[in-house]
Structures are given as C-alpha cells and as structure tokens.
C-alpha cells in the first residue's frame, strides 16, 4: 500500500482511476475503505474520468498512530492533505469531505484557497456555531473498560462505530482532544471558492446545515432525506447532488434485480 511521510507522520493512500483528481477526506473514526470504498465512490468517480484520492488521516486506518493530542490539530491534520497534494503533484483540487474531514476541508478553504478548486462538506451543520462539546466525555467512552455503560448518546454511539471499525481507541481519543479547533466566522463569511454543504436529514450529531451555510460566504447547500450522520455516503443522492455540484457527468449507480 503506497504511504509517504508527512513532516514525520506515515501517511497511508490509494488513487483510482484517470483524469483530473478529486480529494475524498473521511471523517472521525472511519476510513479510506468504510467511508468511500465501501460505498464505491472510487469507481463512481473514475466513471466520470476523475481520479479520486483516498487516504487514511493520522490515527486512522493504516496510517500512523499518534498517542498525544497536540499531533492532531486540525492545522497539522489539514498540513497532511496539502503534502499529499504536492507528494502527486496536485497544485489545485476539488475535495469532498465528511464530518471531521469537513472540518479539516473548511479550514483549508480558509488558510490555502489557492489550493481548492471547491469544497464539498458533508456531515457537519448548525452545532459547530455553538458551543463545542466536552472533549473528555468522548475520550472517556472511547477508552472505557464498560463500554455498556456509557451514559452520553452521541459518545455512545461513536464508541460502537469505533469498535465497528476496529479502531485504535487510545489514538482516537487523542485525536477527540486534539481536532477541538475555534472558528473563524469572519474569515468565513469571506470564503469565495464554491462550498456545498450536505446534511443529513437525520443527523444525530450535526443539526441542520442552513445556519452553517449561511455563515460561509459563498456556500449553497442541500438535505438527504432519510438519512443519518454516516449513511448519508451510501445514498445515491448524495453523490447525485455533489457531481452536479463539481460539474461531473451523472453518477452511475448499481441496479438491483429484485
């Protein structure tokens, strides 16, 4: 599996297809594989001529694992993208992001626009303008001995999904400590790049992505009904929303017989 190094990090990715590339940035506790691969947008996008890039962030799937929160800031995470952009020779690209990715894409809109062709943020809505929540109550029900008792439901769910991913527990919990990152809602509202903004309608974790979208200068936005925080990837629309969004050919999906 090709990696490189990132200002000392292994950082593990894949690219499919041919044409000009599209950045695919995974969200908290998921992967390369369980978030895009199994969900098949490498090959939906290497149907429409794009190479998309995939790749584990730090602490993730088959890339390093750090142990000390100050290795996951959202600058440091957000400096792993732009290396693996000059490690293949990518000056500029469009990049589709879900929840944390989104984050870490939001923050590259800012700081390096001359790198984003247009930004896609999936799963991150209203509940980033407020107040964050305790880190700790997520760290704690990642690392907890009894994870059955787990009082907080988001920190409930997230542990299961991590232990549906198999994930390291303890880098995750650094990075739960880590990615706590401040807006910036002036330099927001300056952001001029196309941004899309999908929610889901169903999003236990995110509220309604309006508020957000409208604090982006330049965002448009949309709702997938009947979906959640992470099955929002695996419905047709979304990826029928987001390549009509980036100006791509209509995604081609499965065709079941029954």
């Avoid at 369980?34 to 098949?40: G, I």
């Avoid at 584990?56 to 000390?68: M, Q, T, V």
């Amino acid at each position: 599996m090709p990696s490189f190094d990132s200002d000392g990090v292994e950082i593990v990715y894949e690219t499919f297809g041919f044409g000009a590339p599209v950045i695919l940035c995974h969200g908290f506790a998921a992967h390369r594989k369980q978030a895009w691969m199994a969900n098949d947008w490498q090959g939906t996008l290497a149907k429409a001529e794009r190479e998309a890039i995939l790749f584990d962030h730090r602490g993730h799937g088959d890339s390093e694992k750090l142990y000390n929160k100050e290795d996951y800031s959202v600058p440091m995470m957000a400096g792993d993208v732009l290396r693996l952009m000059d490690k293949l020779n990518i000056d500029k690209a469009p990049i589709i992001s879900h929840s944390m990715g989104a984050m870490i894409t939001l923050y590259l809109t800012i700081h390096h626009p001359e790198r984003i062709e247009a930004a896609v943020l999936i799963g991150i809505g209203e509940h980033m303008l407020g107040d964050s929540r305790d880190p700790k109550i997520m760290a704690d029900a990642l690392t907890s001995k009894e994870p059955w008792d787990i009082e907080d439901e988001a920190a409930a769910s997230f542990r299961a999904f991590v232990d549906s991913t198999r994930s390291d527990h303890e880098a995750l919990a650094a990075c739960t400590y880590g990615t706590r990152h401040p807006l910036d809602l002036e330099a927001m509202a300056k952001i001029s790049l196309p941004v899309l903004v999908v929610g889901a309608a169903q999003d236990e974790f995110s509220g309604s992505v309006e508020p957000l979208a409208n604090a982006i200068g330049s965002a448009t936005h949309a709702t997938i009904p009947y979906t959640s925080h992470h099955s929002v990837l695996a419905e047709a629309s979304t990826k029928d929303i987001i390549f009509e969004f980036l100006g791509l050919p209509a995604p081609e999906h499965y065709e079941h017989s029954w």
